[in-house]
T-cell receptor, first 111, second 115 residues
């Protein structure tokens, strides 16, 4: 079963707007990761946030983590057409040695 | 440094056949993980290998198997193919054992179609 679940399933925004997606997970984690996948290709790692961190930035990406609510959010600011992709959160439970991925959020950025 | 290489990129098989997929990790990476991706089920973990040993296994039937060689290259095999095995099979490598604390580097995948 999947550890993380993303919300919404799909998102359509205008270029220049911000995109926000959420991830909820079930068990305690050491860290949470976000990946991007362009259509039919492999996943690319975006950012890793540890359980003792609340917020992390990388370029136009901002990730938050709320361990009390078992949730994370990914914000993409000033979106571009190249941001069109599916975004996945991934977690490994404490003592678990594999990454489990959510079903993903498909983001479409309209020109 | 070359990325993760998966071959073949596309594969068409018929029910009942078997298939072998190959994955070459990034040089120096010793852990290789395999995932199955389908539109309905998302990414499902198949197995993970580290130093030629299977460290983790997902909930897949015994028809799905894999191995890792001394050079860290990995293969996965699916026997007696079923229509439901049609999927994108993704391989990912990382430096050490898949503790979940490391980022994974993915290949472009092998798109398997079972007719």
């Amino acid at each position: 079963s999947q550890q993380g679940e993303e919300d919404p399933q799909a998102l359509s925004i205008q270029e220049g707007e911000n995109a926000t997606m959420n991830c909820s997970y079930k068990t305690s984690i050491n860290n949470l990761q976000w990946y991007r996948q362009n259509s039919g290709r492999g996943l690319v790692h975006l950012i890793l946030i540890r359980s003792n961190e609340r917020e992390k930035h990388s370029g136009r990406l901002r990730v938050t983590l709320d361990t009390s609510k078992k949730s994370s959010s990914l914000l993409i600011t000033a979106s571009r057409a190249a941001d069109t992709a599916s975004y996945f959160c991934a977690t490994a439970g404490v003592g678990d040695y594999k990454l489990s991925f959510g079903a993903g959020t498909t983001v479409t950025v309209r020109a | 440094k070359a990325g993760v290489t998966q071959t073949p990129r596309y594969l068409i098989k018929t029910r009942g056949q078997q298939v072998t997929l190959s994955c070459s990790p990034i040089s120096g990476h010793r852990s290789v993980s395999w995932y199955q991706q389908t539109p309905g089920q998302g990414l499902q973990f198949l197995f993970e290998y580290f130093s030629e040993t299977q460290r983790n296994k997902g909930n897949f039937p015994g028809r799905f198997s894999g191995r890792q060689f001394s050079n860290s290259r990995s293969e996965m095999n699916v026997s007696t193919l079923e229509l439901g095995d049609s999927a994108l099979y993704l391989c990912a490598s990382s430096l050490s054992a898949g503790t979940g604390d490391e980022k994974l580097f993915f290949g472009s995948g092998t798109q398997l179609s079972v007719l």
